[in-house]
């Protein structure tokens, strides 16, 4: 009989992802199959699914959203693949790099605290861009972290109502591809709190490239100045966003591993 084919299950601020070490890129998995285990009414549930793949010197994030979709990279998800590395002893710890559709990222992974990541640098593409939902529309800050964002600033999140349908975004020409819709409430101080309608995924209980992204916004709507510090409150947790002088964003949070999963029924469907 074959071996069954496994994945981790782990999530970063509730975030969560499966994660299958495929160091070889020997195993072969269709959007459908990452589409059926990530419904949560069907499947095992989760935001996101994470490959991890070796290329050459540097590990590579082979992620996908929810929906089987291809995407840039994941905050939260490189996170828990850090996490996974060191835990598993594939990657010892301390400083490393991984490799992301969206360019290398070098992380920071102690063994029992929170990981930190260079997310790279964090651009406001100066665009006027509007969000729309639940009847009200808000201007938004059009912002790229390697995946784009609209970031909308709101007296309290309570006025979002339900995120389960998509917000509409205009002009649609400035997002070909999607983008992730991130409300913000300002608490005082360097604090804030969010919610977030990741493309591909729907709500989600937080979002690491988000958080970046609203960091930079929070700055520009406060007309503050670089560098900056946000602590962030996603529904699932606390992050913390350093912004320096050139732009450049580094997200510090938590990342667990919970279970091992069978996926060899999905991946042989």
Request: hydrophobic letters at 35%; charged letters at 20%.
């Amino acid at each position: 009989m074959a071996q069954p084919i496994i994945a981790t299950y782990g999530h970063g601020t509730e975030n969560d992802f499966l994660l299958l070490f495929d160091p070889e890129n020997q195993i072969s998995i269709t959007p459908e199959a990452i589409a059926a285990m990530c419904n949560r009414e069907s499947g095992i549930g989760a935001d996101g699914f994470i490959k991890i793949v070796k290329k050459e010197s540097h590990w590579f994030m082979d992620y996908s959203n929810a929906d089987g979709s291809v995407a840039e990279m994941c905050g939260n998800g490189i996170r828990v693949m850090a996490r996974y590395l060191v835990e598993r002893g594939h990657q010892n710890e301390g400083i490393f790099a991984i490799n992301t559709r969206a360019g290398i990222k070098h992380l920071r992974v102690p063994r029992d605290s929170d990981i930190s990541v260079n997310m790279g640098q964090v651009r406001d593409e100066m665009e006027q861009v509007e969000v729309s939902h639940n009847g009200h529309t808000w201007p938004a800050f059009n912002i790229n972290v390697g995946n784009p964002h609209a970031v909308v600033f709101v007296d309290s999140l309570n006025e979002v109502g339900s995120l389960s349908i998509e917000p509409k975004v205009t002009p649609k020409s400035s997002y070909p591809e999607g983008v992730n819709v991130e409300f913000v409430e300002m608490l005082g101080g360097n604090e804030l709190s969010m919610r977030v309608h990741e493309r591909g995924s729907g709500e989600t209980r937080s979002c690491g490239t988000g958080t970046c992204a609203v960091a930079l916004a929070a700055t520009l709507h406060t007309s503050g100045k670089l560098p900056s510090t946000w602590v962030i409150y996603p529904p699932g947790g606390r992050l913390v966003v350093e912004i320096d002088g050139h732009s450049n964003a580094t997200l510090t949070g938590p990342a667990v591993l919970l279970k091992d999963c069978d996926i060899t029924k999905y991946v042989l469907a």
